[in-house]
């Protein structure tokens, strides 16, 4: 049974930062793609960030020289380091697993490929 457990969200400050946990188990985190997406309140969740080890880190322009995806293999956890954050990051994240297929990259950041999801974790950006 695959399970993802995200943690790590909270109230912080514009300008501030969190780092967001995705700890799986049932799945080895680097055998698939492990993606993050959020969700604001009366919009479609949007892909974030994404990383495999077919192609390594990747980014959604909007949140590229702020956040930093990395995963560490002995605690099969995939890491969301947010820094300068804005209110419009204000949402629900979630991470998510997908196999690597030939065609998952094309659509890594839809929700589509992904199987798996965790039950979200609120980050909420406001003075």
């Known amino acids: 049974q695959v399970k993802l457990v995200e943690s790590g969200g909270g109230l912080v400050q514009p300008g501030g930062s969190l780092r967001l946990s995705c700890a799986a188990s049932?799945?080895?985190?680097?055998?698939?793609?492990i993606g993050w997406f959020r969700q604001a309140p009366g919009k479609e969740r949007e892909g974030v960030s994404c990383?495999?080890?077919?192609?390594?880190?990747s980014y959604a322009n909007f949140v590229k020289d702020r956040f930093t995806i990395s995963r560490d293999n002995t605690k099969n956890t995939v890491f969301l380091q947010m820094n300068s954050l804005k209110p419009e990051d204000t949402a629900v994240y979630y991470c998510?697993?997908?196999?690597?297929?030939?065609?998952?990259?094309?659509?890594?950041?839809?929700?589509?490929?992904?199987?798996?999801w965790g039950q979200g974790t609120q980050v909420t950006v406001s003075s």
């Open positions: 990383i495999s080890t077919d192609e390594g880190p």
């Open positions: 049932g799945v080895i985190v680097e055998n698939v793609a």
């Open positions: 998510a697993a997908g196999r690597q297929t030939p065609d998952f990259y094309s659509y890594k950041y839809e929700t589509g490929p992904y199987e798996y």
